[in-house]
């Protein structure tokens, strides 16, 4: 009898297919300018995965060969070795480095990468993927959690269905379908359980699962495969550019990653195109090879530069993402070569079966050791002196921004607009707009400007721009303050500011510059604060603790100092716009000031740019002294 199923002996082209997934992740990871939609490299990975994994059951129960145990054996000798050996190296690095706090989460999110459900874990804990706290040196294994779950279920759907092919075929067609459904609704209704839960990434699994047993039909002909391969890569790039975390992602924006990957996979195990040749390019197939061990070690390098570990390396700068990159691609390679390879073509693969089991549970049990008594130890805090443990307490310390009243982060029916914009008659009245850097001025402002009624518009993510208003809590804002309060109201000044990335922040502001120029309405743009790619006090803690004061500094984002000056030459001589540098009263020469007083016992800012109140009344007294404060 012929076999239904696709060919799926070993295809070089999939490799270079992998390859493509771990690089738009990486560089996704490291914030490459226009490829903030590399993660879809995970969604590549999972049709890879269900792709294979089905062929290969399928065809092992056709050949009546499979069984459950083999399965996992397989499974745990792919995955596990690498995934438990990077395990302990970062337990090690946490010990290290990590805060007590730190290290207690640590050894949560430990436990959970261990026994696979990181993905649960992540998602109960609120850790968002794309705000992730800057100590979640495994996140990165949500991933494996999900393919781990999908090799609970698969082995037992395909081989209770056995040789029922339709039964089969049906089943995968509706649960493909309930799972897609399900993510297309939660993505909107809360993205992060659709982002991290099997049963709404399960779909995409399944898609290299249909694949795999011959239900999505591959290209006839070779003129066809060339156009269905020279789409699907042009697809895949698009997606990486075009898309970005604030997108609605998964759902149905997944479906053209997964898609474009189906298309790659149906056209690469025949003739060669121009596609599958570049895929099976030998520099490409050996990353492919690596990529696990890739995947596994890039975002621990990443965490540990930002949190300033690897001294001398700074964030957003292309030396910095290059020796990260480099440092990656070894461990990767010796992760590979020395733990991967031994245990599924070495000698060791040859190793009992009840070996494999017995070595995967004590390595396990050895983890969960740890993670216990990191918490039992509440994260051993005797690793920390009293004045670095002190610094460290500020981390994340909420300023007072009238959190819940005038600044809201989620919708803007919370907002207390008889409050936050009650005119004085007595004073002068200044509105402070803008996002959570705004709110957070308002403590410096309300305490340095006491002849000042300071009124306070701030939401969470929201710059003061002006149009395109939307449905969202940041368009209801923005609409009631330019199109309701502005015009019925006469302010003595107007103070936006916002979280500043790029001059393009500028650019979209200057329609509402120009309107409230037109209406003599006196501006102060108040420019970024420093900002560091790990939290200040953790950076201070760790100064201390080392005795290296030259580690917050080097985690600093030099970048926010050029821009500042860009967007001072375009603003200077606009006539009602004024515009101060905060950065220049931070980091008046060559240094950035770290604490916010002279006794170095509270740090400027709270968290990786935010200031605490402290460092916000710091601030404004400086700028008043300096005479750089328009307003008294």
């Excluded at 070089?12 to 297919?17: A, E, F, S, V, Y």
């Amino acid at each position: 009898m012929r076999s239904n199923l696709t060919d799926i002996e070993y295809r070089p082209d999939i490799d270079g297919l992998r390859a493509i997934a771990v690089a738009l992740v990486l560089v996704c990871h490291l914030g490459i300018p226009y490829l903030q939609g590399g993660f879809i490299g995970v969604d590549v990975f999972f049709v890879i995965s269900g792709y294979l994994i089905t062929g290969n059951i399928a065809r092992n129960i056709e050949r009546e060969t499979f069984s459950i145990s083999g399965f996992y054996e397989r499974r745990f000798r792919r995955i596990v070795p690498a995934l438990f050996v990077l395990l302990f190296a970062t337990t090690v690095m946490a010990y290290l480095i990590f805060l007590p706090a730190d290290l207690v989460q640590y050894g949560h999110a430990l436990v959970a990468a261990a026994l696979s459900y990181s993905n649960i874990y992540f998602y109960k804990a609120r850790t968002g993927y794309f705000g992730a706290s800057y100590t979640n040196i495994l996140l990165h294994t949500w991933s494996l959690g999900v393919e781990e779950q999908f090799y609970l279920v698969i082995p037992l759907w395909m081989s209770s269905t056995g040789d029922r092919t339709r039964l089969r075929r049906g089943t995968m067609i509706l649960a493909a379908l309930v799972s897609f459904l399900l993510a297309a609704y939660l993505t909107f209704k809360n993205r992060d359980l659709a982002f991290y839960m099997p049963y709404t990434r399960a779909w995409e699994l399944l898609a290299g699962s249909c694949a795999a047993l011959g239900i999505v039909p591959a290209p006839r002909t070779q003129a066809s495969r060339k156009w269905v391969s020279a789409a699907s890569i042009l697809v895949l790039l698009a997606c990486a550019v075009l898309f970005s975390p604030m997108i609605p992602f998964p759902g149905i924006s997944a479906l053209l990653p997964c898609a474009a990957t189906l298309g790659l996979i149906q056209t690469g195990g025949g003739p060669k195109t121009p596609v599958s040749s570049m895929l099976q390019w030998r520099p490409v197939v050996f990353v492919g090879l690596i990529s696990y061990s890739l995947y596994l070690w890039h975002w621990p390098v990443i965490v540990l530069m930002r949190l300033g570990v690897i001294n001398g390396l700074r964030d957003r700068t292309m030396s910095g993402g290059c020796v990260v990159a480099l440092l990656s691609f070894v461990l990767a390679y010796l992760s590979w070569r020395f733990v991967e390879q031994p245990l599924r073509v070495g000698n060791l693969s040859r190793s009992p079966r009840y070996t494999v089991f017995a070595g995967v549970g004590a390595c396990a049990l050895v983890l969960t050791f740890f993670a216990v008594m990191f918490d039992s130890e509440h994260g051993i805090g005797h690793r920390f002196s009293t004045p670095a443990l002190e610094i460290g307490s500020y981390i994340n310390s909420i300023p007072e921004m009238r959190a819940g009243s005038c600044f809201v982060e989620t919708g803007f029916s919370q907002y207390n607009k008889p409050q936050c914009l009650l005119m004085s008659p007595d004073k002068s009245n200044v509105l402070l707009f803008g996002d959570s850097h705004a709110a957070a001025l308002w403590w410096g402002l309300n305490k340095t400007l006491t002849q000042t009624n300071i009124l306070q518009a701030t939401l969470a993510a929201c710059p003061p721009t002006r149009g395109q208003y939307r449905r969202s809590p940041c368009s209801q804002m923005r609409r009631y303050i330019y199109e309701d309060f502005l015009p019925n109201n006469q302010l003595d000044g107007i103070i936006l500011t916002q979280r500043w990335t790029s001059v393009q922040d500028l650019d979209r502001l200057q329609p509402a510059l120009e309107w409230l120029q037109q209406r003599k309405v006196p501006v102060i743009v108040v420019g970024p604060v420093p900002e560091y790619t790990a939290p200040l006090p953790f950076l201070l803690a760790e100064q201390i603790r080392w005795e290296n004061p030259q580690l917050a500094d080097g985690a600093r984002v030099t970048s926010l100092g050029e821009l500042d000056r860009e967007i001072a030459k375009q603003l200077k001589d606009r006539p009602g716009i004024a515009y101060v540098s905060a950065w220049h009263a931070i980091c008046p020469e060559d240094f950035c000031r770290e604490y916010a007083d002279d006794q170095r016992k509270v740090p400027l800012q709270a968290d990786l740019d935010h200031l605490t109140n402290a460092g916000s009344t710091y601030l404004f007294k400086t700028l008043q002294k300096n005479g750089n404060w328009p307003l008294r």
